[in-house]
């Protein structure tokens, strides 16, 4: 007999847009991969990343999981409702599923609430048996020890890097704005043979394809002494290149920035956040420390090592001074690559607790918090004055002329210290990641910001009957009940 099919969509749009836009990232989310390897052989499984591959409501899958963040919630639950009306089943999971399952269980037949290892191949078996239960919670911090390797041949083709895997969960930091202190849990990390099979099982790849790795741990070095250790091992399996993301204060450490160019690490995510140390200090991300930066990322340059940097405007110790020096404080730090973002207070975090009890949001449409609009009044600066500093900041930052200056910088950087063919083709992957990130982010901005104020101030474009109803139904009441009892 055939198996029954089942569809892991992991999304991505945000459905304030007009025309949907997919975002052609190198690497993979993490989240449907994993689930597919946790997935028993009892059923067919395709998965779908609607980065790069917009839904088929016409699937012939017999089951849909959908896994989502808290900006994605209106679009999800849109999703679920028209598969439900086609007749599938339907289960809701992901952080914002997991955080408030109150306020989506309505929509979905089943919701996952907590890390899935352990209770997912019971769901599997529940659906397939016919005996499905509304609700499944995991046990609070389940075991990280083997978990099965995430699904790679499942990966679509238009990723470049298909290798994804996590080798921990969780941060030891407390930065007010981040969704990992809603409800903060222990940091964990997985054995580090576990992580080495993760990044081997790669069988049914392409060769070029088992030469490059995304590891997509919020703080891979959380724990630095077993982060140096899984270094050393996954210098074994000599990639072209294998990227980290990580806190800032683990750059003090010589020996680690060692063993991540012994990898091969050609780039490094770091939450920069502000070159304002007070608006760091006000949302207690105190492990930066500005006058650090510059000596930290020439060092991660000189070992062929990417800076990739979140960089985030409308912290509450912003001002237009500060904007209107930020161009020139980003060329003196060197920063390779930023990542600039609008602060979100995401729903529940400590951040937005503190505007919410001052009366500071004004904007409860969750699709809008996704780091391209602002939510919320800001004390010292108007909406426009955080815009317009954004989309100068982009500008100057990703104007052709500085891009093709900080790559020569980068390449004139690099010694040699290796045979040739090695040299050359670290060459060859720092100037493709360079290029492929400076130019996405430079297109994002462009197309996803530059003129959102204007668009949102005029009409809330593109929400239907389901964003209607969570922005101005379901949201409000939603936040009525979590403030009596917070």
Not at 247 to 259: A, T, Y
Not at 439 to 462: D, L, P
Request: proline share 6%; glycine share 4%.
């Amino acid at each position: 007999m055939k198996k029954p099919k089942l569809l892991i969509l992991v999304l991505f749009q945000n459905l304030i847009d007009e025309r949907p836009y997919f975002a052609l990232t190198p690497a993979p989310p993490l989240p449907g991969i994993l689930l597919a390897g946790m997935t028993p052989p009892i059923v067919e499984i395709e998965v779908l990343h609607e980065m790069v591959r917009p839904i088929d409501y016409d699937t012939n899958a017999d089951f849909i999981a959908i896994s989502f963040m808290d900006y994605l919630a209106p679009h999800a639950i849109e999703a679920a409702l028209k598969f439900r009306e086609k007749g599938k089943l339907v289960i809701g999971g992901g952080k914002f599923a997991s955080t408030f399952p109150e306020l989506v269980l309505p929509y979905f037949d089943s919701i996952l609430v907590g890390e899935a290892q352990g209770v997912w191949p019971k769901i599997v078996e529940d659906l397939i048996s016919g005996n499905l239960k509304k609700i499944y919670h995991a046990e609070h911090y389940p075991s990280l020890k083997d978990i099965p390797p995430p699904r790679y041949d499942l990966v679509e083709s238009k990723f470049s890097v298909p290798i994804v895997t996590e080798t921990s969960r969780g941060c030891i930091h407390s930065c007010t704005y981040c969704q990992l202190n809603i409800k903060p849990i222990p940091f964990r990390t997985r054995p580090v043979k576990d992580v080495i099979r993760d990044l081997t099982s790669t069988q049914k790849l392409p060769l070029y394809k088992k030469k490059m790795a995304m590891i997509l741990d919020n703080h891979f070095s959380g724990d630095l002494a077993h982060a140096k250790k899984l270094l050393k091992e996954i210098a074994k399996l000599n990639y072209w290149a294998i990227g980290f993301q990580y806190s800032m204060e683990s750059l003090r450490d010589d020996e680690f920035i060692d063993l991540l160019s012994k990898a091969n690490c050609r780039m490094s995510f770091l939450g920069m956040e502000s070159l304002n140390e007070k608006s760091l200090i006000a949302v207690q991300k105190k492990q930066n420390k500005v006058n650090e930066y510059k000596e930290y990322f020439d060092k991660l340059h000189r070992k062929g090592i990417l800076t990739f940097v979140g960089l985030m405007f409308g912290l509450e110790e912003d001002t237009n001074e500060y904007y209107e020096e930020l161009p020139e404080l980003l060329d003196e730090i060197g920063a390779a690559v930023i990542l600039p973002s609008i602060t979100v207070p995401i729903f529940g975090t400590p951040l937005y607790n503190q505007l919410n009890d001052e009366h500071r949001i004004h904007d409860h449409d969750l699709s809008h918090y996704d780091g391209d609009h602002l939510v919320f009044k800001h004390n010292n600066l108007s909406e426009d004055d955080i815009y317009f500093a954004y989309k100068r900041v982009n500008k100057l930052f990703y104007s052709p002329s500085k891009i093709i200056r900080r790559w020569i910088k980068l390449i004139n950087q690099q010694s040699i210290n290796e045979n040739i063919a090695k040299f050359i083709l670290k060459i060859f992957v720092i100037t493709f990641i360079y290029f492929k990130l400076s130019v996405f982010q430079r297109h994002h901005a462009k197309k996803r910001v530059f003129n959102k104020f204007k668009k949102v101030k005029k009409k809330n474009i593109g929400a239907g009957k389901v964003q209607s109803l969570i922005s101005d139904k379901l949201i409000p009441g939603f936040v009525n009940r979590y403030n009596m009892f917070r």
